[in-house]
Each structure stands twice: as structure tokens, then as C-alpha cells.
């Protein structure tokens, strides 16, 4: 499917869910006008990972060899740094352009395709940026939030982002090979979630609502992300409100 | 003549040694340290504290909220922290219920650290980085990141200039992969409070600490 029907494809569905949110009540956070319907799809998805995912990332974290582990971390870490590049080139960036760029080349050549991440071991930064995050940089402002079926938390910006990373994604148009094409993106996603695996549990017990847990984290984290300057790495934090103190 | 050539030199030092005394006290009262180096001693500690210890290690959220407690709480304004996350409800608090808050939040910021601080294996090191001077001398951000796992865990802290505490900062907000935590809570809270009014919220978070605590 080309980028222009898949975004229609995604705008459509959001016109669909923009329908079914028009008949519910007043949401709670200003960015986020589909609340019940993001709800829902947070549940489902909820429910997609306590049964699928996670349970096969967690018997991936425990079986798996270490080593095994980290060359496959940082292999998709490498193909990820090779569109971070470029991202941070489009977004004018020069330090963070040249330092990706010196890691992709790094790895690729010392670390043997990326299996090795040499470059962190001499203290090369990597500055991940995707193409949402690139369009944020230049001012498209992320529109309400959303939760893609599958996919997790999102805005409308983003989303369109996605696809576009998705178009430009190095293992699915590199690789000719079906089986290996989608052996390698599933062990990606797996090598992804048992990342979180830990943490996830950690979340759950200090959120009290989760759904407002993970929302507003995505949208606090894309914030900061679009709007870093180049060589900037401060998250400041939004430390506006907090004028409501105790005086004692 | 002869007591009084040795008195002079004892008299002397002594004086030598109040004068030596009376700086370095007034040195003592106004170093202060700065708040990088402040909070790379502590986490230092802590870190080493949850490395020596085998059932911290093995991520024993009790023994490690147990820890932050002694350690980690003196130099932490809760005050200011619960104030912020709770937002225009909290003036309208009666004291007995701010100090409700106070003491249920703090046992759930508690446990969000101690839930990246479990995350600690042997060869783990936190790394704070180099401070940025920010635009208010009284207020700074420490940015540090905890290295050795998979990926590290940044993990930022907001700090305050405080007569209070005897290292002269205190920790007044979070940040724990990105996300600030008294930003965060303050949606989370302003939901209950909305819901169920403040006594409600109180209910809602002593409610999660015990089956928390239960773990």
C-alpha cells in the first residue's frame, strides 16, 4: 500500500472513532477528546499484551541467551540509528546528525552489522529521532491523542509519522526473504517489549490510573522530544504550576 | 622569664588552633555543595547500599523503600511535591488531610523509585551528568542516568536551595525515564479529586500502598 492510501486508511479510522466520541461526556485532559473510545482500545491492547506479548517476552528474557539478546538489541538498535540520522538531519540538528551518523558507521563496521554496539562503549550518544518527532521539530502541533489498536499510545501527528517510518523502514524493504522478513520484525517486537518487562510491573502499581499514567508520559516525553534544541539534552519538566505552595 | 618563653608559644597555639576552628566552621556553615556533586554522593551511596546487600538486590521493594526512608527522605521536600500533584484542592484541605496526603504519596513516590532502583544489577553505576546552569541559581536540575542494564534508565531530579537540609538541596520533583512524577500525578489526582473529592483521593492512595506493601 503506498503512504498516501495508508494515511487515508488511518484518517479514515479516526474520523470513524471521532464520530463515536462525539457521544460521550466531557473528557478530562483538553488533548485528549477521545477519551472513551482511546479507552477501549487501551483495554484491548491491554488484554493483547497480558496474554500474548508479554508472556512471550518474558520467556524470551528468561531462555534466550544474554549475549544473544544484546546482539539482537543492538542490530535493530543500529537499523533504528541509520533513520535516526536522518531524522536528525531534517531536523537540522548537526551535533546529533554527526554523533548517530558515527555510531551507525561504528557499529556497522567494528560491531559486525550492528551486532556489537562498540560506539557506546567509547561513549558515542545515541539521539533517536523519529519522523514525527521531525515534523514536531518544524511545528506541526500533535493534534489530540490517540491509541492505536496494537500500536499503544499516539497523537495524529505521530501516527502519520509512523507511516512514514514505516514506508522507510530498512528491514521490511531490504529484506526479500518473507519468512526471514517477519521472523526478524516479531523478534524486534519482542526484543522491544522485554525492554519493558520490570517496569511494566513497577507502572502498575504506582499509577493510580493507568490509562492517565501512560498518556500523559507519551505526551510529557513527545513534548520534550520535539522541542529539544540541537545539543540540548535538558527535559525540564513542566514546573509551572507548582506556584500552589504551602507556605510554612 | 623562662615559663613566660614557653607559655608564648602554647598561648599562640592555641590561639592558632580557635582561629583555624572558627574558619573552618564558618567555612562549614556556608560551603555548600553543589547540587550535581550532592546528588551523585547520594545515589552513590544508595547504589552501593543495594549492591552489598543480597536481599536489595534481589529487588526486595520493602527492604529497598526501608532504605530510601533512612536515606533518601531528608533531603526530599514532600511538601512541596504532594502541594504541586494535588494543585488548587490543596488549600482547600483541612491539615489533617494534607498530612494524609503527604504521608500516602510519599510512600508511592517511594515505590516508583525503588521500582528503578530494583532495576540495579552488579555492574551498575549511576552517572550524573555535568549540571546546566539553569536560569534560577535557587533552583536546579541534576540529570543522571542509572547504566548497566539493557538500556540505562535516565532518571532527573528537580532541586531547591534549603536552609533545611544539612547538605543545603532537596529534591522537590522526579523524572524517571522522561516522565515527570508530580506532573504526571497531578492529572491522576485532579481524576480522583473530581471523582471522589479529596478524602476520596486519601481513600484511593492508602488503598493501592497497602496492596502494595502486601507484594
Redesign the interface.
Given at each position: 500500500m503506498s503512504l498516501s492510501r495508508r494515511l487515508m486508511c488511518v484518517l479514515a479510522m479516526l474520523a470513524l472513532l471521532a464520530q463515536a466520541a462525539c457521544a460521550t461526556n466531557k473528557p478530562?485532559?483538553p488533548q485528549d477528546p477521545f477519551e472513551t473510545t482511546n479507552r477501549r482500545i487501551s483495554d484491548f491492547n491491554d488484554k493483547v499484551d497480558e496474554n500474548v506479548l508479554r508472556p512471550v517476552a518474558v520467556g524470551y528474557k528468561n531462555n534466550v541467551p544474554e549475549f544473544v539478546?544484546?546482539g539482537v538489541?543492538n542490530f535493530f538498535g543500529n537499523l533504528r540509528d541509520i533513520w535516526s540520522t536522518l531524522n536528525n538531519g531534517l531536523q537540522a540538528k548537526p551535533m546529533e546528525t554527526a554523533e548517530t551518523g558515527l555510531r551507525v558507521a561504528v557499529n556497522s563496521v567494528f560491531g559486525i552489522y550492528g551486532l556489537f554496539d562498540v560506539a557506546t562503549m567509547v561513549g558515542i550518544q545515541r539521539h533517536t529521532a523519529d519522523f514525527g518527532q521531525t515534523l514536531g521539530y518544524w511545528g506541526v502541533s500533535p493534534g489530540p491523542y490517540v491509541v492505536l489498536p496494537l500500536l499503544g499510545p499516539s497523537t495524529v501527528r505521530d501516527t502519520a509519522g509512523f507511516a512514514v517510518d514505516n514506508r522507510y523502514d530498512l528491514w521490511r524493504t531490504e529484506v526479500d526473504s518473507v519468512g526471514l522478513r517477519y521472523g526478524g520484525s516479531a523478534l524486534r517486537l519482542v526484543d522491544k517489549r522485554?525492554?519493558f518487562v520490570?517496569?511494566d510491573?513497577?507502572?502498575n502499581?504506582?499509577?493510580?490510573?493507568k490509562y492517565?499514567?501512560m498518556r500523559?508520559?507519551y505526551l510529557?516525553?513527545r513534548k520534550?522530544a520535539t522541542q529539544r534544541k540541537s545539543g540540548n539534552?535538558?527535559?525540564?519538566?513542566?514546573?509551572g504550576?507548582?506556584g500552589?505552595?504551602?507556605d510554612? | 622569664m623562662n615559663t613566660l618563653t614557653f607559655a608564648a608559644p602554647r598561648l599562640f597555639k592555641q590561639w592558632l588552633a580557635i582561629l583555624a576552628l572558627t574558619l573552618g566552621l564558618s567555612g562549614l556553615a556556608t560551603a555548600q555543595q553543589a547540587p550535581d556533586e550532592f546528588m551523585q554522593q547520594l545515589t552513590n551511596e544508595l547504589l552501593d547500599m543495594v549492591r552489598k546487600d543480597p536481599a536489595l538486590k534481589a529487588g526486595d521493594l520493602q527492604k529497598i523503600g526501608a532504605v530510601l526512608d533512612t536515606k533518601l527522605k531528608p533531603y526530599i521536600n514532600f511538601?512541596?511535591m504532594t502541594?504541586?500533584a494535588?494543585?488548587?484542592a490543596?488549600?482547600q484541605a483541612t491539615p489533617e488531610q494534607?498530612k494524609r496526603l503527604q504521608e500516602e504519596f510519599k510512600l508511592?513516590?517511594m515505590?516508583?523509585y525503588s521500582?528503578?532502583l530494583?532495576?540495579v544489577k552488579d555492574n551498575s553505576s549511576i552517572v550524573v551528568?555535568p549540571l546546566?546552569q539553569g536560569t534560577n541559581d535557587n533552583?536546579m536540575?541534576v540529570?543522571s542516568e542509572i547504566r548497566g542494564g539493557?538500556?540505562p534508565i535516565?532518571i532527573?531530579y528537580?532541586l531547591e536551595k534549603t536552609a533545611d537540609s544539612d547538605s543545603g538541596w532537596r529534591i522537590?520533583?522526579f523524572?524517571i525515564?522522561?516522565?515527570?512524577l508530580?506532573?504526571?500525578?497531578?492529572?491522576?489526582?485532579?481524576?480522583?479529586i473530581?471523582a471522589k473529592g479529596i478524602d476520596g483521593l486519601i481513600a484511593?492512595?492508602s488503598e493501592?500502598n497497602k496492596?502494595?506493601n502486601r507484594?
Amino acid at each position: 500500500m503506498s503512504l498516501s492510501r495508508r494515511l487515508m486508511c488511518v484518517l479514515a479510522m479516526l474520523a470513524l472513532l471521532a464520530q463515536a466520541a462525539c457521544a460521550t461526556n466531557k473528557p478530562t485532559n483538553p488533548q485528549d477528546p477521545f477519551e472513551t473510545t482511546n479507552r477501549r482500545i487501551s483495554d484491548f491492547n491491554d488484554k493483547v499484551d497480558e496474554n500474548v506479548l508479554r508472556p512471550v517476552a518474558v520467556g524470551y528474557k528468561n531462555n534466550v541467551p544474554e549475549f544473544v539478546q544484546k546482539g539482537v538489541n543492538n542490530f535493530f538498535g543500529n537499523l533504528r540509528d541509520i533513520w535516526s540520522t536522518l531524522n536528525n538531519g531534517l531536523q537540522a540538528k548537526p551535533m546529533e546528525t554527526a554523533e548517530t551518523g558515527l555510531r551507525v558507521a561504528v557499529n556497522s563496521v567494528f560491531g559486525i552489522y550492528g551486532l556489537f554496539d562498540v560506539a557506546t562503549m567509547v561513549g558515542i550518544q545515541r539521539h533517536t529521532a523519529d519522523f514525527g518527532q521531525t515534523l514536531g521539530y518544524w511545528g506541526v502541533s500533535p493534534g489530540p491523542y490517540v491509541v492505536l489498536p496494537l500500536l499503544g499510545p499516539s497523537t495524529v501527528r505521530d501516527t502519520a509519522g509512523f507511516a512514514v517510518d514505516n514506508r522507510y523502514d530498512l528491514w521490511r524493504t531490504e529484506v526479500d526473504s518473507v519468512g526471514l522478513r517477519y521472523g526478524g520484525s516479531a523478534l524486534r517486537l519482542v526484543d522491544k517489549r522485554a525492554g519493558f518487562v520490570g517496569m511494566d510491573k513497577s507502572m502498575n502499581e504506582v499509577a493510580l490510573d493507568k490509562y492517565a499514567f501512560m498518556r500523559d508520559a507519551y505526551l510529557q516525553r513527545r513534548k520534550a522530544a520535539t522541542q529539544r534544541k540541537s545539543g540540548n539534552q535538558d527535559s525540564d519538566g513542566d514546573d509551572g504550576d507548582d506556584g500552589i505552595r504551602n507556605d510554612q | 622569664m623562662n615559663t613566660l618563653t614557653f607559655a608564648a608559644p602554647r598561648l599562640f597555639k592555641q590561639w592558632l588552633a580557635i582561629l583555624a576552628l572558627t574558619l573552618g566552621l564558618s567555612g562549614l556553615a556556608t560551603a555548600q555543595q553543589a547540587p550535581d556533586e550532592f546528588m551523585q554522593q547520594l545515589t552513590n551511596e544508595l547504589l552501593d547500599m543495594v549492591r552489598k546487600d543480597p536481599a536489595l538486590k534481589a529487588g526486595d521493594l520493602q527492604k529497598i523503600g526501608a532504605v530510601l526512608d533512612t536515606k533518601l527522605k531528608p533531603y526530599i521536600n514532600f511538601q512541596r511535591m504532594t502541594a504541586a500533584a494535588v494543585g488548587p484542592a490543596w488549600r482547600q484541605a483541612t491539615p489533617e488531610q494534607q498530612k494524609r496526603l503527604q504521608e500516602e504519596f510519599k510512600l508511592l513516590l517511594m515505590r516508583s523509585y525503588s521500582g528503578a532502583l530494583s532495576q540495579v544489577k552488579d555492574n551498575s553505576s549511576i552517572v550524573v551528568k555535568p549540571l546546566r546552569q539553569g536560569t534560577n541559581d535557587n533552583e536546579m536540575v541534576v540529570r543522571s542516568e542509572i547504566r548497566g542494564g539493557a538500556e540505562p534508565i535516565p532518571i532527573d531530579y528537580r532541586l531547591e536551595k534549603t536552609a533545611d537540609s544539612d547538605s543545603g538541596w532537596r529534591i522537590y520533583n522526579f523524572n524517571i525515564l522522561g516522565i515527570w512524577l508530580v506532573d504526571n500525578y497531578r492529572t491522576q489526582f485532579s481524576q480522583e479529586i473530581n471523582a471522589k473529592g479529596i478524602d476520596g483521593l486519601i481513600a484511593t492512595l492508602s488503598e493501592r500502598n497497602k496492596t502494595n506493601n502486601r507484594k
